[in-house]
């Protein structure tokens, strides 16, 4: 199996909202997501603990499947590690990340807002 690692997302221009459950370390953990161009991304926190915290950076990605990406970033200010995986399919997004320092792992819905 081989994966095509310069695969552009076809979410690109799009924002998709991740709604990543109720009972996780950040509260009820929602977000959205803004995929500017096939290399920068920006996120809302729309819900939770650190409701209101937005980044702009660089992202790179994965095409796994037809309709199934892995998409990583690293937040600037914070320097905490992002990995999804984004399966625009099934509206399902998993989310693995090294928040402060701690390894947090969460899923939930994924919904294109605009």
């Known amino acids: 199996m081989t994966f095509d690692t310069n695969a552009v997302l076809t979410s690109v221009g799009?924002?998709?909202?991740?709604?990543?459950g109720r009972d996780t370390p950040l509260g009820h953990f929602t977000v959205e997501i803004t995929f500017e161009s096939?290399?920068?991304v920006s996120f809302l926190v729309t819900g939770g603990t650190i409701k209101g915290r937005t980044q702009t950076m660089d992202y790179t990605t994965a095409k796994l499947r037809d309709g199934l990406y892995l998409v990583r970033w690293t937040e600037p200010d914070?320097?905490?590690?992002?990995?999804?995986?984004e399966d625009y399919t099934n509206g399902v997004c998993?989310?693995?990340s090294v928040v402060g320092g701690k390894f947090i792992q969460l899923a939930g819905m994924w919904t294109r807002v605009r």
């Open 94 to 96: 998993m989310a693995s």
């Open 78 to 85: 914070s320097n905490d590690f992002v990995t999804h995986i």
């Open 38 to 40: 096939a290399t920068r």
């Open 14 to 20: 799009e924002t998709w909202l991740a709604d990543l």
